[in-house]
């Protein structure tokens, strides 16, 4: 099964931190609209296809070529969106993710983790394979502050080409500031920092991880986000076996620390040799010049099409057929 977690944070709207809508207020409706194009092929709930503001298209597009191509079940789970997604859903939290700048980033993290945890016990079985997926703007920032707190002084990656890696350090300063701590002021302590500084996905991707039969197979679908997410499972001292797919956009990307990382954490890694060099369309070609890179479990989806016997060159195609939907003019 592939899970999507879609979920919100504050901290998006800071400008030129997140890259995931064209501006600052449509930024809110980007992961419901994310589930909506895996499920459908188009967004529902609102009115337009998510873009970058440079037009790149949201990776979702390359998720549900995946999907579509192989066959893959989906499940949808709210976990601190702005509106429900139109799909059907599991709902985990309805409460958006604050400014940790400013006060504690997620209510009641906790029991998000713990609600969680009582849904994988239903949903998962031993022997089980499932794909945890996440679409949040702002989610790397949010990875970034965790992971300080957790004492790991890295650098996560970013959808756009240039990375803003002083705007986040300012608002690690921000923040870290508000706390009184610094780089490991919470090393034993992950779910306060979440609490504190993190967002709801990762309250509620961790709790379903420690709440899954020992058994089961879990894949992280996503880059840096997902490895915070390993480090809080690490912090709870679990030597639960990981494995982080993504691609080969953010394994290569040199600004972000993501290879060092998961070598650190003990975590396996998976790069979707996607290639859109020869795409007929720009906004799929600047894939390989660095923008977007990852989101919405595209690297992990390409890893589950595998399994289900599509190759990656396919899961291309059908992503440029998707956009040539996109793109083309009314009749």
């Known amino acids: 099964m592939f899970y999507l977690f879609i979920s919100n944070t504050d901290i998006a709207r800071v400008p030129g931190l997140s890259v995931a809508g064209a501006n600052v207020n449509v930024l809110p409706y980007t992961s419901q609209a994310d589930a909506d194009v ?21 990776p979702a ?16 789970v709210r976990a601190g969106s702005i509106m429900p997604p139109s799909p059907p859903y599991v709902e985990l939290c309805p409460t958006p993710g604050g400014d940790p700048r400013i006060t504690a980033s997620v209510d009641g993290a906790k029991e998000i983790f713990d609600r969680a945890a009582s849904m994988a016990g239903n ?34 990656s970013s959808a756009g080409s240039v990375n803003p890696t002083e705007l986040k350090e300012s608002v690690w300063r921000d923040a870290s500031a508000r706390l009184g701590i610094g780089v490991g002021g919470f090393r034993n302590d992950p779910i306060r920092a979440i609490s504190e500084l993190g967002d709801p996905m990762q309250a509620a991707v961790l709790g379903f991880i420690s709440g899954s039969k020992k058994e089961t197979e879990i894949i992280l679908a996503g880059g840096t986000q997902m490895l915070a997410i390993a480090a809080c499972l690490r912090a709870m001292d679990s030597k639960r076996a990981l494995t982080v797919a993504t691609t080969k956009y953010v394994a290569n990307d040199r600004t972000s620390s993501f290879t060092e990382l998961a070598r650190r954490l003990g975590v396996d890694t998976y790069s979707a040799q996607l290639d859109f060099s020869d795409s007929p369309y720009k906004g799929l070609r600047d894939y390989e010049e660095g923008f977007v890179k990852e989101g919405v479990g595209a690297g992990g989806s390409v890893l589950y099409a595998s399994w289900n016997g599509v190759g990656t060159d396919e899961v291309t195609a059908r992503t440029n057929e998707l956009y040539r939907e996109i793109v083309k003019p009314a009749s």
Do not use: Q
């Not at 709930?45 to 949201?58: K, R």
């Open 123 to 156: 949903f998962t079985k031993a022997g089980d394979r499932v794909m945890l997926a996440e679409s949040i703007p702002g989610g790397t920032t949010t990875a970034l502050l965790v992971l300080r707190a957790l004492g790991h002084d890295c650098m996560v």
């Open 61 to 76: 597009l390359i998720t549900r070529a995946a999907i579509a191509a192989a066959n893959i079940p989906v499940c949808v």
């Open 38 to 58: 895996i499920r459908f092929g188009r967004p529902l709930s609102i009115d337009c296809f998510p873009m970058d503001p440079d037009g790149h298209p949201t």
